[in-house]
């Protein structure tokens, strides 16, 4: 017998014993025996209102969404919804520039985070539904729901162009200045910033405004100090192996896995943002999450417990990976969606104002915005229209790049190549296509090939770890063993995986600068053609890329 059916025969014995006990009480004439009894009952009580997850039906809030259907969300979620740090997440693209290739993909970040809160509380109901011994609570549950809602505030304009190219861009052009130009710009850029940082900023600063206006908002729904710093660690995820967080004891650590999965990357954010982009993208989506939902199960591995799988389900798993692969390679870091993000970034760095001596005042706050959340939070993607729209002469470069954007006036792409196995670093490949380039004798001698208009980019995809197969950090069970779970073995999985689990791509633009902007269509004609032939001798001869 599992210990689930263990747990509940127990439930089922205390349920008959309570019920005899009932009986015996209530037909005593003895006053003591009656007072007892109702003690009892509200002890019962209690402890049915700490672990049950049922909500009164008329507190919750329904949000029909074209993904999940009608989400009923916890009036404390909707508070939160309800305030100007959430509702900026409406102004900021799930996909960033990716909409202006794909034309359906025009999501936002808001109905994202919405999902992503709806799916943590089923998964949660899940495992306490399956599994009454983990002794999930109502806070557990709710926690884990706001993180999920929360997760994505601090995403910057455009969504991963900011934290993934203007702040490391911000941060170079700093030391840039500092070194040679003697400006004496203080880089006061954290290393390694990530939006997470911000999501929690921001989340502060919602419980800030909510305890302004009522101090016991979260005591209401029984949340403390506590709950605040699990809720937080949430958001973040558990990283480290050595148990070091405040929010919960070791023992609920599979409820770190729920929304932000450091352990093996299965996580309700993934599963909501797969069948979304999908949706939106008009890509199809091969896994099944509402499946994988109805065979997750918590088992001690290596004396921590896991949300594992059923062994049945390993192929649905690696479906999963795959999607994500598939995300990249097809919409993410498409050849014209990764060179518009690419100016965009260029645009806001042009822009900022703290890169600048002087800081002029009809520049933007930017890189300093994420300083506080304050300044933070008025930093969305209108930011394109405010820049567009903008007189200052101090913005003319910014928008000049928004207005090229806008036209389509961009890079032209030259080719793109698969690296093999044993290829060479960034900095290698970057050298040597500068010495290809040189050493290059174009058929038309009145063409000119240089490194500065056909700039080299690699691009990395992978099924979400990097070089490692990514389904042996997941653990699963069997049917005859639910509380036993182990990394899965290769004779269960498909001979058809692949060998290889990552991949580096080199992509070659022709990006003229603004003086030869202007050269007719033949001459650009001439040069581009050049620049492939250069390219495709480059792949062949210099290191075997096919």
């Given at each position: ?347 806001l760095v042009q822009a900022d104002r703290d890169l600048h001596e002087g800081k002029p005042e009809d520049m933007l706050k930017i890189s300093e915005a994420i300083k506080t959340a304050e300044d933070y939070s008025k930093l969305t993607d209108e ?164």
């Open positions: 017998m599992s210990r689930s059916e263990q747990t509940r025969k127990t439930l089922s014995d205390y349920r008959k014993i309570l019920q005899d006990l009932k009986k015996s009480y209530e037909a005593s004439e003895e006053p003591g025996k009656q007072q007892l009894w109702e003690i009892i009952k509200d002890e019962l009580q209690d402890i049915l209102k700490k672990y049950s997850l049922n909500f009164s039906k008329e507190q919750m809030k329904i949000f029909n969404d074209p993904i999940h259907g009608h989400m009923e969300l916890h009036p404390l979620l909707v508070k939160i919804i309800d305030t100007p740090q959430f509702q900026r997440l409406r102004h900021i693209k799930q996909l960033g520039g990716t909409y202006l290739v794909y034309p359906g993909a025009s999501h936002n970040r808001f109905e994202h985070s919405l999902g992503v809160a709806h799916l943590a509380g089923r998964l949660v109901k899940v495992l306490h539904n399956n599994q009454p011994e983990l002794k999930i609570t109502k806070q557990d549950f709710l926690c884990v729901q706001i993180a999920g809602l929360c997760h994505d505030l601090g995403h910057g304009p455009f969504s991963h162009v900011f934290d993934g190219l203007v702040i490391p861009g911000a941060k170079k052009m700093k030391k840039i200045k500092s070194c040679f130009f003697f400006l004496g710009l203080h880089d006061d850029i954290p290393e390694n910033w990530k939006h997470e940082q911000m999501s929690v900023q921001m989340f502060d600063d919602i419980v800030r405004s909510l305890k302004a206006e009522n101090e016991d908002v979260m005591k209401e729904h029984g949340l403390d100090d506590r709950d605040i710093t699990f809720i937080k660690e949430l958001i973040e995820g558990a990283k480290t192996s050595e148990w070091r967080y405040e929010g919960r004891d070791e023992d609920k650590s599979f409820l770190y896995e729920i929304v932000a999965n450091k352990q093996n990357g299965i996580d309700v954010d993934k599963w909501d943002y797969f069948a979304r982009d999908c949706h939106h993208l008009g890509i199809r989506n091969s896994f099944d999450h509402q499946r994988l939902l109805k065979f997750a199960r918590v088992c001690e591995v290596n004396k921590r417990n896991h949300i594992c799988f059923r062994d049945k389900e390993a192929d649905n798993v690696y479906d999963m990976f795959r999607t994500q692969y598939t995300l990249h390679r097809q919409a993410y870091q498409h050849k014209i969606c990764n060179i518009i993000e690419d100016m965009f970034a260029e645009a930011i394109f229209e405010q820049i567009s729209s903008s007189t200052s002469d101090n913005l003319k470069k910014s928008r000049d790049i928004l207005n090229k954007i806008i036209r389509r006036k961009l890079p032209k792409f030259v080719g793109e190549a698969r690296l093999t196995e044993n290829s060479m670093s960034k900095e290698e490949l970057m050298k040597t296509w500068k010495t290809a380039l040189e050493q290059y004798r174009p058929t038309d001698l009145t063409v000119s090939l240089n490194a500065e208009d056909l700039p080299l980019y690699v691009v990395d995809l992978d099924h979400g770890m990097k070089d490692k197969n990514p389904i042996e950090k997941v653990f699963f069970y069997s049917k005859r063993k639910p509380n036993e779970a182990s990394p899965i073995k290769d004779y269960q999985l498909s001979s058809f995986l692949p060998n290889r689990f990552n991949e580096e791509m080199v992509r070659v633009y022709y990006k003229p600068s603004d003086d030869q902007a202007a050269e007719d269509k033949k001459e650009e004609k001439k040069k581009l053609e050049e620049a492939e032939k250069c390219f495709q001798m480059w792949c062949g001869s210099n290191f075997g890329v096919k």
